[in-house]
């Protein structure tokens, strides 16, 4: 049991599977919906131990909307490309670590010529506030969407990038804008999406990393679970050009997650499997070839077919 209980502690959604099953029918619904979004979101405070500082041109700022309760706050990084017509992207993280642990993955994307915004949500970070929640992450990544059309006001040029659990919280974003721009029969006001290292919903996630890591497979975690994050329920309502990217060697979330998201999207989209490619270095393992991904995103138009592939061996970042 104690060695059972180290490898859970190493990993969220295994640790969240345990607290539920302990803790889940003795104590109250308030109680254990804090509990599992503590568990969820693992925030490590203060600064990851690979960050190194910030280049010169990044400017960090916070953000403080009149909705915000008083001392509340999204601290964000704003790195803008060397080239003043450059596309920009909103990059939204998933849970434990703040910006300090995304700089390296932020640096890939700018050095792919790319303007980024980049948040903390709540409760993250520099970003004040109180323990986040499935509502609460989405409304800062509204919030986030707001400042960044500001920052870059050609709807051709925007595009939406998640990661992990931030995948999720894009693909709630794109779906709120879409359904905005369908009752106002506007255009779309985001031009692509990128997803890497997505999960079809929470419930899945839990149920997968419950069924590999404790001795019994018959845990009622998705009937408990109060923070939901149905990406597979949504992203048939995306109508932007996808791309969807999952490392092949991911030891959280399998690959097949992201290939059901795929299937259930709406043309135009790409699937981009990265051979090797774990949970956090799909972005530098693929490459050129990650790189052509994303310029054949903010390239493509309504309704161009790009099919699923495979990206062979490593390049350059």
């Not at 003795?26 to 490590?44: A, D, G, M, N, Y």
């Not at 999720?168 to 006001?189: F, Y």
């Not at 989209?269 to 270095?281: D, E, F, V």
């Not at 991904?293 to 309704?303: R, T």
Request: with cysteine.
């Amino acid at each position: 049991m104690p060695a059972l209980l180290s490898r859970l502690r190493r990993r969220w959604l295994s640790l969240l599977c345990l607290a539920l099953l302990i803790v889940g029918l003795p104590v109250s619904c308030s109680v254990l919906q804090h509990k599992e979004r503590e568990l969820l979101f693992r925030i490590e405070p203060g600064t990851a131990g690979w960050y190194r500082g910030l280049p010169n041109d990044v400017q960090e700022f916070d953000i403080k909307p009149a909705s915000f309760k008083a001392g509340q706050n999204l601290h964000a990084w704003w790195w803008p490309a060397a080239r003043r017509d450059a596309p920009s992207i909103l990059y939204l993280h998933g849970v434990r670590w703040n910006l300090t642990g995304q700089a390296f993955r932020i640096e890939q994307l700018r050095a792919m010529g790319y303007s980024v915004l980049a948040i903390d949500y709540r409760g993250f970070g520099q970003s004040k506030g109180d323990l986040p929640s499935e509502a609460s992450v989405y409304e800062d990544a509204r919030i986030a969407w707001e400042r960044f059309t500001q920052m870059q006001p050609d709807a051709s040029k925007r595009l939406i990038y998640g990661h992990s659990l931030g995948s999720a919280v894009a693909i709630d974003l794109v779906v709120d804008l879409a359904a905005e721009a369908k009752n106002h029969q506007a255009p779309m006001p985001v031009h692509g999406l990128v997803i890497e290292s997505a999960f079809t919903s929470l419930g899945d996630a839990v149920t997968e990393v419950a069924n590999n890591n404790l001795p019994v497979n018959w845990l009622p975690v998705r009937w408990l679970l109060s923070q939901k994050f149905d990406s597979i329920d949504k992203i048939a309502d995306i109508d932007v050009p996808l791309l969807v990217v999952h490392g092949l060697a991911d030891p959280f979330m399998p690959s097949r997650f992201s290939q059901q998201l795929f299937n259930a999207a709406n043309q135009p989209k790409r699937l981009l499997l990265i051979p090797g490619g774990t949970h956090n270095n799909s972005m530098s393992l693929g490459g050129n070839q990650y790189r052509q991904a994303i310029d054949n995103l903010i390239k493509a138009k309504p309704h161009q077919v790009a099919g699923p592939a495979v990206a062979q061996g490593s390049g350059d970042s």
